[in-house]
């Protein structure tokens, strides 16, 4: 969310904002852009963890909508909107006695003051948090404010989205270490990363194999593997929206999201039943294959 936020400011700013600031359509676009481009880092640092598609994904994606429609609006069929935006800020937010001290600061001083305060709030909960993704959000506000701050100082606007999108990249490739690498020790990532998704309303079955570590200690590992693959592949050919997940051991777990457990329950009845009249046939070593085909692979989460 935050690289299409970060994406859509600066495509503005290369189609848009190529000319002086003084012309009076411009300016309109610049203050509206340095007001949204760092309110939408401030809204995504407080959205929870979603997918991009997904409905705070879809709620994000409408609100920028909503803006870029609103701007060009506002821009090009409001009489006298920029023309009376231009004079409003004409004048420098701190006064004329402080243009040395602020150089060529660009935003007007109710947005100076705004960015001012939710960056105090943003980094007191940075500072709690200790989060990776929440800090580079935290930095990627301040460095949008930056570019339309100083936005006349030359190559301001792409050395600040290049460290964004550096910034950016980087977190990305951490988290997906730690995806990779920090995994619970019980395998369960695939499974706690698509509960963050799964809104209110969800199903969780929990399902294990009866009797399998004597079924394990009396035919050997290798024929309980060859359980395993058998029960997952079954799992994972259950129907009314369920997913299949390894939990552990001979546990596994199907979700079914938004289903309530009456709905669920006949999906789960008929995949159990499916599963207790599989005939099985156990080969001795000789006739067994060494290798599974690859096309009889189960393709669990």
């Given amino acids: 969310m935050a690289a299409v936020n970060f994406l859509i400011g600066y495509s503005i700013i290369q189609l848009h904002l190529q000319a002086p600031l003084n012309q009076d359509d411009i300016r309109a676009y610049f203050t509206l852009l340095s007001l949204y481009w760092p309110l939408n880092f401030f809204i995504i640092y407080w959205l929870p963890e979603r997918k991009l598609i997904s409905p705070v994904g879809c709620l994000l994606a409408a609100m920028i909508s909503i803006q870029i429609v609103s701007t060009y609006i506002l821009v090009h069929y409001v009489p006298d909107y920029p023309q009376i935006l231009s004079q409003y800020l004409a004048l420098h937010p701190f ?37 990776r993704s929440h800090c580079v959000l935290f930095a990627s506000m301040i460095a949008s404010a930056l570019i339309c701050a100083w936005f006349d100082s030359s190559s301001i606007s792409s050395l600040f989205s290049s460290l964004i999108a550096c910034a950016l990249l980087i977190t990305l490739f951490f988290n997906s ?26 199903c969780i079955v929990m399902a294990d194999i009866d009797h399998f570590k004597k079924f394990n200690d009396t035919h050997g590992h290798d024929t309980g593997d060859d359980v395993l693959r058998i029960v997952a592949q079954e799992l994972a050919k259950v129907r009314g929206g369920g997913t299949a997940f390894r939990y552990g051991g001979e546990e596994f777990t199907l979700l079914f999201k938004r289903k309530h457990a009456k709905e669920a329950e006949p999906f789960i009845e008929s995949i159990r039943k499916s599963i207790a009249d599989y005939p099985l046939i156990i080969r001795d070593k000789e006739n067994r294959p060494e290798k599974q085909s690859k096309r009889t692979r189960p393709k669990l989460h």
Wanted: glycine residues 6%; charged residues 20%.
């Fill in 95 to 131: 006064g004329q006695n402080s243009e040395d001290f602020m150089g060529n600061w660009q935003l007007p001083l109710a947005s100076t003051l705004t960015l001012l305060i939710i960056s105090l709030i943003l980094l007191t909960h940075t500072l709690i948090k200790r989060d």
């Fill in 177 to 202: 270490h730690d995806l990779a690498f920090l995994d619970e020790l019980t395998g369960r990532r695939a499974l706690i990363n698509e509960l963050k998704h799964c809104g209110k309303h969800y």
